[in-house]
């Protein structure tokens, strides 16, 4: 593979973090709010939409939808209210970026929610926080209180007479709570249930309103975008998939963390030399790319790789949520799955049939397998189960599962063969990566 | 009109159809479990899939739209098989326990599983066990092993009888359905249309608990019929057991029983529901009946009966009638037609809204609580009981009269179907048929006219008050026999 440029361009993570960093005094400093104002007093809420389409920035959440095409749904000026939701449940196995966002960039958030509802119009915006996160609470909420001391929330916002509040409403721990419509459900009260498409969210969400849900890294990238302009951003990245991305990784790798990687990065690269390789000098068995609902690759077939939709789709996965779980050699992927499809049928809504019985088949049945009860062809209904979920559920978990589950059986089926035919693990069951004695 | 293609074949639709719509239109089928006519799309059961043509990936048929020239095949390789599929993730972990469930005959997933599975299943894993009998409310049990979840019963709620009584408690294979404020049952206690869930359930789920293990619905028959229970006037089946199951050896009155009551469909009366006091029609109609006819207390045949009429009533100048609004639209017909010229006729409100029933909502129950007050006024007109003081007849047919607010010292004729004390204290006494006991309309209070059948016969004893008018007929006035 030709050697490309040196990706190193970064938008979200440009600064040290220190005790202070967050604080809207040291943001201001590093120029935040400069693109609020620029948006609000010399362009167009038209004008703004027009340059996040040009722009090409996908969604950060997992789908990687065109923000663009998203916002272009909403006619800004049709008099109806209109609603924004920043989608900060981050429930995704193995995603703790946007929790980086939060904590120690809030008013990057603010800035760009505050953007993109110029160009939505959009007078109340909402900020969906998993529950779990305290930290992060603490320091976005005491940013909103910073920005609307300052004029910069709420009404007539840097005298300009837009206005905007934003208000976070925190979840109550439920993965499918993260799902788009099952968020607007949650924040209107009801049971986090995802809703059936048609309408879409653009045209009936929240309160039965046209809704934008974008993701916080989504959203977090707009004021950027305003301030240098769409051809600055498309300049990062690579033409297809613009900018850069957030990767946290975790799992069995020396230095786990949140990395910004511009897009066409090379895996290797991050994995070996940012992140110091794998934990005790392991050999790398595999990755799971963005989320334990992207397929899982294989340390080989990463070797060659850049990060980069554009070649990460063609071998079988996705870039996800930037939720990536780096699995060392001598993993058992048994029980790996095991404790995945313990996730999915824990977290299932039960909404639609398929999902909702389907993973408790699909775990129950991998139970029994590790109980040593297992038999050759359960794999096979295992692949069929997963099948027959895909395409067939209200919402995307119903697929995902279905991916995840197929991703290993695929490639790991002879360490599940193993496991039936002696009754134990290739690998002693293991999930931790141990020092080698 | 867009129109669409079902399997190759071309129909008319409205923009604002959905396929699944167009297709129940035009006779073509589609399964579905979760999706109710009157209730909003829920799609969770994923049954109504179909397949749009050159597409390989099936779609639900109920939330998706029609376009111009949308293709879609209802019956496709694929698509039967998502249904065989979605039915062996729906029976997983149902417990098939049909043997003892009152559904049996008349479920939904029994006909689905023949049309679309017929395989015994194929899981290994042991089942989700979960509540069997719990008590949803006073009328109601669930069977939460049974439910399928297909929200049917929580969108009726909030849709219809808007009680909000019932929610979803946890979540995936362990959901619940349950009541939606903690574990109060007094939401759908007070819901007065609760037992449509009961209908609505496509499963044997949700059973009415009045009922629960003393029927199987292949021993009944459905009579078409009308509630008499307000002025909306209900279409409603009478169930009973069918003649040819009648049973020799136990109480008798199991063969004339009114087992159940259902609602049936009529957009121009009720739609597909039913208030639960049409539900307890039994209780209404199989109150203790009077069955032989009386002159003053004492029981005799019903010429001798019909004679001492007929003298009271040749006998009277200024006679009276306090008319019936449980009449049928004949025998207002008939008492018009037979004594309308001597009597000087009221109509009376044969019932008063009882203690603690709903007295009018914006759904169906009216507050006059009888079904033909319509039909009876426009013969008889409005006008409000008053005596004259020389009147010197009474004629009372129904329920609803005080007898102590009768002019003292003037005779009575009176019909009446059930035992009551002023049944002996009447001058002549005719023991009248109820409305299940022979055929007739009811006209409501909007002007529908509904027909309703015989459902069972007549208890010995009993005459149809039609017959009684016309035996009166034709007494002339003031002249002594
Ligand atoms: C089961 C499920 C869980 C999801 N969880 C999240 C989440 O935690 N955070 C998120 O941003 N998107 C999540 N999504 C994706 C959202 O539905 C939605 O696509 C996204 O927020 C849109 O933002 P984007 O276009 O900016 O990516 C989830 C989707 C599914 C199906
Ligand atoms: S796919 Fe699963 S999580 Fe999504 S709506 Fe259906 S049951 Fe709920
Ligand atoms: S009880 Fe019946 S109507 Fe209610 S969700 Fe279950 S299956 Fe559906
Ligand atoms: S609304 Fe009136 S007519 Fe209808 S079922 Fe109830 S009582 Fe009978």
């Given at each position: 593979m ?15 973090v ?52 998203k916002?272009a ?7 109806q209210?209109?609603?924004?939701c ?10 703790f970026?946007d ?11 603010v ?41 910069l ?9 837009f206005?905007?509040d ?8 439920s ?47 707009i ?5 240098h302009g769409?051809?600055?951003?498309k300049a ?20 786990p ?21 794998m934990?005790?000098g392991a ?18 077939e ?11 789709e ?15 050699e ?8 095991q ?13 639609c ?6 993973m ?24 069929r189960?997963?099948?027959?979920q ?7 978990m119903?697929?995902?599962?279905g991916?995840?589950t197929l991703?290993i ?7 599940f ?21 | ?14 923009t ?13 089928f ?34 998706m ?5 949308l ?29 003892i ?35 949803l ?41 349950r ?40 021993y009944?028959?459905?009579?078409p019929s ?9 279409a409603?089946?009478?169930w ?8 020799r ?26 208030c ?5 029609l039994?209780?209404l109609?199989?109150r203790?009946?009077?069955?032989a ?27 009276v ?24 006729c ?6 008063l ?47 609803g009269?005080?007898?102590g ?40 209070a ?13 208890p ?22």
């Open positions: 030709a050697e490309l440029r040196e990706r190193d361009a970064k938008i979200l993570m440009t600064f040290p220190t005790a202070s960093s967050h604080l809207l005094a040291e943001a201001r400093a590093r120029g935040a709010y400069a693109a609020l104002d620029k948006a609000l007093r010399t362009m167009t809420p038209q004008q703004v939409a027009k340059e996040v389409l040009a722009s090409g920035l996908q969604g950060r959440g997992g789908a990687a939808f065109p923000t663009g095409r916002w749904v909403i006619q800004y000026d049709d008099g209210p209109h609603y924004l920043a989608n900060a449940d981050e429930g995704e196995p193995g995603t970026k929790r980086w966002i939060l904590e120690n960039s809030p008013h990057q958030l800035e760009s929610m505050l953007i993109a509802a110029y160009a939505l119009q959009v007078r109340h915006a909402f900020v969906y926080m998993r529950g779990e996160f305290s930290a992060p609470f603490r320091r976005l909420q005491g940013a909103l209180d910073e920005a609307r001391a300052a004029g929330v709420g009404e007539n916002i840097l005298g300009t007479g206005g905007c934003i208000m976070i409403y925190r979840g109550a721990g993965y499918v709570c993260g799902e788009a419509s099952a968020l607007l459900s949650s924040i209107e009260g009801k049971r986090g249930y995802p809703r059936n498409r048609p309408p879409r969210l653009t045209v009936k969400g929240l309160y039965q309103q046209p809704t934008v849900v974008n993701n916080v890294e989504t959203l977090s990238n004021a950027w975008i305003v301030q769409a051809e600055a951003f990062v990245g690579t033409p297809k998939h613009p900018g850069t991305r957030l990767i946290s990784i975790s799992g069995h790798i020396a230095r963390g949140v990395y910004e990687i511009e897009v066409g990065y090379r895996w290797r690269q991050l994995i070996y030399d940012d992140c110091g390789g934990q005790h050999a790398l068995k595999c990755v799971i790319p963005g989320g334990i609902s992207t397929k899982v690759l294989t340390g080989a990463i070797e060659t790789l850049n990060l980069d939709p554009a070649e990460v063609p071998a079988g996965s996705s870039m996800g949520s930037g939720g990536m779980v780096a699995i060392a001598g993993t058992c992927m048994v029980r790996l799955l404790v995945m499809l313990r996730f999915y049928h824990h977290e299932s809504c039960g909404q049939t398929p999902c909702r019985e389907g408790g088949w699909l775990h129950r049945l991998i139970d029994r397998i590790v109980d040593g009860q297992g038999r050759l062809d359960d794999l096979d209904m295992m692949a189960i997963s099948r027959l895909d395409g067939n559920t209200i919402c995307g119903g697929d995902a599962a991916y995840a991703g059986l695929a490639k790991y089926r002879h360490e063969e193993h496991w039936i035919r002696e009754g134990r693990s290739m690998y002693e069951g293991n999930l931790e990566c141990r020092r080698s004695s | 009109m867009p129109q669409i293609f079902l399997d190759g074949q071309a129909f008319e639709a409205r604002e159809q959905t396929v699944l719509q167009v297709a129940l239109e035009h006779g073509v589609i399964p579905r479990l979760c999706w109710h006519p009157k209730l909003s799309v829920a799609g969770n059961c994923r049954i109504c899939v179909v397949q749009v043509e050159g597409r390989s990936w099936v779609e639900i048929a109920c939330n739209p029609v376009s111009e020239g293709r879609v095949l209802t019956d496709s390789p694929l698509v039967r098989e998502h249904r065989k599929a979605t039915m062996q993730f729906i029976t997983l972990n149902h417990p098939v326990d049909c043997g469930c009152d559904k049996a005959g008349e479920c939904t997933l029994q006909d689905y599983h023949v049309a679309f599975n017929g395989e015994a299943s194929i899981s290994r894993e042991p089942k989700v066990q979960a509540t069997k009998f719990h008590r409310s006073e009328r109601i049990t669930l069977d939460n092993e049974r439910c399928i979840l297909c929200t049917r019963c929580v969108r009726f709620t909030r849709e219809v009888s808007k009680s909000n009584a019932l929610g979803v408690k946890n979540r995936g294979d362990h959901s619940l359905i009541p939606a404020e903690g574990d109060d049952v007094r939401l759908l206690d007070d819901d007065a249309y609760s037992e449509n869930i009961v209908d609505i359930c496509p499963v044997g789920a949700l059973l009415s608990t009045r009922l629960l293990y003393k029927e199987r619905v292949w009944l028959q459905a009579t009308v509630c008499p229970g307000c002025a909306r006037g209900c409603i089946d009478v009973h057991r069918k003649p040819e199951w009648k049973l050896t136990l109480d008798a009155r199991h063969n004339t029983a009114i087992v159940r009551v259902t609602p049936r469909d009529n957009p121009a009366v009720n739609g597909p529901w039913i639960n006091k049409g539900r307890d039994a209780l109609l199989e203790p009946r009077a069955d006819a009386l002159r003053k207390g004492r029981a005799v045949a019903l010429d001798e009966a019909l004679a001492a009429a007929r003298e009271l009533i040749g006998r009277a100048r200024h006679p009638a306090l008319v019936s609004s449980w009449g049928s639209d004949e025998e207002l017909a008939a008492l018009d037609d037979a004594l309308g010229d001597r009597f000087t009221f109509v009376k409100d044969d019932h809204p009882a203690d603690g029933e709903v007295v009018e909502d914006d759904l169906l129950i009216r507050a006059d609580k009888n079904p033909n007050g319509r039909t009876a006024r426009a013969r008889f007109g409005h006008q409000a009981l008053q005596f004259a003081p020389d009147t010197d007849l009474v004629l009372v047919w129904g329920e009269c005080d007898f607010r009768l002019p003292r010292g003037v005779p009575v004729i009176f019909l009446n179907a059930f035992l009551a004390a002023e049944n002996g204290h009447a001058e002549v006494f005719f023991p009248t048929s109820v409305h299940t006991e022979r055929d007739g309309h009811f006209t409501n909007d002007g529908v006219r509904s027909a309703f059948s015989r459902c069972v016969d007549r010995t004893g009993v005459v149809d008050a039609e017959r009684v008018f016309r035996a009166l007929a034709s007494v002339p006035a003031g002249v002594a026999p």
